[in-house]
């Protein structure tokens, strides 16, 4: 799925599934769970699939619902 060089250092990516992941989704996050991502090997930039920024987009937009709704603590630093 992510079998490409990073185009930040030239590592090479590899797809990982994460348990949780926080996506931005305009001016807020959408969580998706057991999701595909790809991570760098080298510097650990981490990339998102076409097909995952959709999902994020329709989560969002609440086109499909979620699952669930959780509630995020936010602290300024
Ligand atoms: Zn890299």
Known sequence: MYDFTC?????????RRVQREALRHKGSFVILEDVPIGV??????????????????????????SDRTLEVPVGRY
């Open 40 to 65: 760098c090997d080298k510097c650990g930039a981490r990339y998102f699939d076409a097909s995952v920024l959709r999902r994020v987009a329709e989560v969002g937009r609440g086109t499909t619902p």
């Open 7 to 15: 185009e930040h250092c030239g590592g090479q990516v590899q797809t």
